[in-house]
């Protein structure tokens, strides 16, 4: 079993209790702002969300150095993020609907929950949890783990005022694109099943999604260094997504900084 089924059937173990929306009120406490928006005013320089996350499964200490979600909260203000992202995965990931709750109330950015989504619950978590906009991933649906087609997966998504981030990987994945009406993409650098960084399959996903038209559209995962960032700019994308190098960086607010597009990349 490979990582992405594996995790999967033990986070639907989690998602099935009972109990897996009482942290949560019933309605969000604000009206969510838009990271399509967001994203969008912030390409000419690069967007950047931000991610908040307990550990990295991808890496052999997948441990993350403990931050507070009022001091990541406050660290990616001052980097002036341009949204934020919630790892809200139990298994593997340590998250929890109480870190994306809150991180919504700690920050007036537009806020990702990221999660392995699979059937309605989780998008009732999200609206509920103050999230503006939700994950999918196109492989769950090539590999017969959801349990409601992606189309009908985004029309509850929209129907529940979220926007929806389409994750792609391969570029044979782009063949479920139709229909899902997606509001942003996303192309991960990361190999799911795998967990192995693959980046000239990303880039080639990145490159055959711009040629249709597929924008906004975001690098995901992998950014380590300036020079990650860069080959992403090159690349053509309109933002990226940062998640273990800021929890293991001593200066966040800093990395987040110095991540931005500079005026000789591809935009």
């Not at 087609?149 to 990987?169: I, K, M, N, Q, Y």
């Not at 650098?189 to 038209?213: F, H, K, M, N, Q």
Request: glycine share 10%; with cysteine.
């Amino acid at each position: 079993m490979g990582f992405l089924a594996e995790v999967v059937a033990a986070n639907r173990r989690v998602v099935e209790d009972p109990g897996y929306l009482s942290p949560l009120p019933a309605a969000p406490e604000r009206r969510p702002p838009s990271l399509r928006a967001a994203i969008e005013a912030a390409r000419a320089s690069g967007a950047i969300l931000a991610e908040f996350k307990r550990a990295s499964p991808g890496r052999a200490d997948p441990r993350l150095p403990g931050r507070t979600i009022t001091e990541f909260a406050r660290a990616m203000e001052a980097g002036d993020a341009t949204g934020l992202s919630c790892l809200a995965t139990e298994p593997r990931f340590g998250g929890s609907l109480w870190d994306v709750l809150d991180l919504a109330r700690s920050s007036p950015r537009p806020l990702l929950f990221k999660e392995f989504v699979v059937g309605p619950p989780q998008i009732e978590a999200a609206r509920r949890a103050g999230a503006g906009a939700v994950l999918l991933i196109a492989r769950l649906a090539g590999s017969g783990l959801l349990e409601r087609p992606l189309p009908e997966l985004a029309a509850s998504a929209h129907a529940a005022g979220l926007e929806v981030l389409l994750e792609l990987h391969a570029r044979a994945e782009l063949s479920l694109v139709d229909g899902v009406g997606a509001d942003m993409y996303g192309v991960n650098v990361r190999d799911l099943d795998s967990l192995a960084i693959d980046r000239p399959t990303a880039e080639a996903t990145i490159g055959a999604a711009r040629e249709a038209g597929l924008r906004p559209l975001l690098g995901l995962s992998g950014v380590e260094t300036r020079s990650d960032a860069e080959r992403f700019w090159s690349a053509g994308v309109d933002g990226i997504l940062v998640g273990s190098s800021l929890a293991r960086s001593d200066r966040p607010a800093e990395l987040l900084r110095s991540l931005r597009r500079t005026s000789s990349e591809s935009r």
